[in-house]
């Protein structure tokens, strides 16, 4: 993992990783040992159809989508869906 003090959870809040080990690019090259961050709000129901994705882009943090986007009455309303970021 990167030591990097703007992906600590102290500034992006909490979240976990799931380790995907080596992962080849599309335009060659791998990264050895990568990790995925992510943050889930909401409940994912039984039959698994209210997940909706928001992949964070460039910045690699969830953090500005739940300040901006996620929470009751907002765009993507964890009453209402199950949001991985």
Known sequence: M??????????????ETH?????????GGDLSDCHLAYATFGRLNNSKSNAILVP???GGASKIMEQAY???GRGLDP???????
């Open 19 to 27: 380790g995907l080990g080596r992962f080849s690019l599309e335009e």
């Open 70 to 72: 996620i929470g009751e």
């Open 56 to 58: 964070t882009w460039y």
């Open 79 to 85: 009453q209402k869906g199950f949001i991985a970021t």
């Open 2 to 15: 990167v030591d990097n003090p703007h992906y600590s959870q102290e500034t992006n809040g909490p979240y």
